[in-house]
């Protein structure tokens, strides 16, 4: 049991300092009126909200912004007045930021800048003070602003780390593009194909390399493959590697492979290193390349007609 002098002492300090459940109670009775006031807003007033915030998105970014405002924002407005109207006090805006990290990857991917996919979701703020500022008691409206502009604020931040992502996302796909640019399979003859590489040969783009050329084969029905090393500025035991692999599997395809292009000073470097490409047809030129995969196709066809 607690002695009475001592509960005579918790009962001043409560009286003169509070008790903190009391508080945290007293904290919490306002936000929730803030926070039903702004639903209430967005219930009664929200085609004026999305026609406020469609306008000022169309002046912050083009190619279609207020379209797809007008198009989202209704979804989005709708998410936000039920997180408001949440039970325990309690705001869940995780549906909110779904629906405007979809928006802000769509934005992404026609082209905004970050400021701009941004500014579209801070416009938001704007339009819902400005239905604030005319509703209910004159004494809430300042927290009301304030907790519109801290919610918003916190919605911009998910949406630029969605913009983020998005174009981490274009930026992968269009190096995907560009490495299978830069990796072309030709036919150069009958039955005959050709892949000329330009540039650094790692290990991704050797799969692509080797990927693009197998089905060229396949498609082709080719007797023979030329790899062209020519625009390859260095060559070391990986890009040897990367070769003898593509070598390997083209064999296994039924085709004859040729590896052209090789400089005096890549097989200079190619010997130090000591890489053995004895196993490998090799040839100095494309020209040289091509001139004997049309022999083999030749002997190859008349061996086919001979009886």
Request: aromatic letters at 2%; hydrophobic letters at 45%; a negative charge.
């Amino acid at each position: 049991m607690v002695p009475a002098a001592s509960r005579i002492v918790l009962s001043t300090i409560e009286k003169s300092v509070g008790s903190p459940v009391q508080e945290s109670q007293e904290q919490l009775v306002p936000q929730t009126q803030i926070r039903a006031l702004m639903a209430e807003v967005l219930a009664q007033r929200r085609r004026q909200v999305l026609e406020a915030w469609v306008t000022r998105g169309g002046t912050i970014a083009g190619n279609g912004a207020a379209e797809d405002l007008q198009r989202d924002g209704a979804a989005v407005l709708s998410a936000l007045g039920t997180a408001l109207s949440g039970r325990n006090g309690r705001l869940d805006l995780a549906p909110v930021s779904r629906l405007l990290s979809d928006f802000s990857a769509r934005r992404t991917r026609s082209g905004d800048r970050p400021e701009q996919t941004a500014g579209l979701v801070l416009a938001l703020r704007e339009a819902v003070l400005t239905e604030l500022a005319g509703t209910g008691d004159p004494d809430d409206r300042f927290d009301a602003a304030r907790e519109a502009a801290r919610i918003v604020d916190e919605l911009a931040l998910g949406s630029f780390d969605s913009f983020l992502s998005g174009r981490e996302e274009v930026i992968s796909e269009q190096g995907a593009q560009l490495l299978e640019l830069s990796t072309p399979v030709v036919r150069v003859w009958d039955r005959v194909v050709a892949a000329p590489l330009v540039g650094t040969l790692d290990s991704a783009r050797a799969q692509v390399v080797m990927e693009s050329l197998l089905q060229a084969i396949s498609d082709d029905r080719a007797l023979v493959a030329i790899l062209d090393i020519t625009g390859v500025p260095t060559v070391d035991t990986l890009v040897a590697q990367h070769l003898l692999k593509t070598v390997a599997a083209t064999r296994l395809m039924g085709a004859d492979c040729i590896v052209s292009g090789i400089a005096p000073q890549t097989a200079q470097t190619m010997v130090q290193l000591g890489i053995d490409l004895s196993e490998v047809t090799t040839r100095a030129s494309l020209a040289d390349a091509l001139a004997l995969a049309i022999a083999r196709v030749a002997a190859h066809t008349d061996r086919s007609i001979r009886p």
